[in-house]
């Protein structure tokens, strides 16, 4: 029967040892899908911001491009009316 016991106690030594392995491996594993989500959270946000940046600087372009193109219209309507 003492055989028994020490056979059970190596195999539930080995179990715990097993487990507090695989438990740091599952923290280490966890860290590293934290990391990977904030890193997917900044790009998603860095992707967004610059579409943004683009939606503006375009939109700036077309009122720079109005500005320009008014004066020219008038010049051009006041030369058609000499």
Request: glycine share 4%; charged share 40%.
């Amino acid at each position: 029967m003492a055989e028994d016991d020490n056979l059970v106690l190596r195999l539930l030594r080995e179990i715990r040892d097993k487990q507090a392995e695989d438990s740091l491996r599952l923290v280490r594993l966890e860290r590293q899908f934290e990391e990977l989500k904030e890193s997917a959270i900044m790009a998603v946000g860095w992707a967004g911001h610059a579409v943004q940046v683009v939606g503006n600087r375009g939109e700036r372009f077309d009122l720079l491009r109005d500005q320009i193109e008014a004066p020219r219209r008038r010049v051009t309507d006041l030369e058609a009316h000499r």
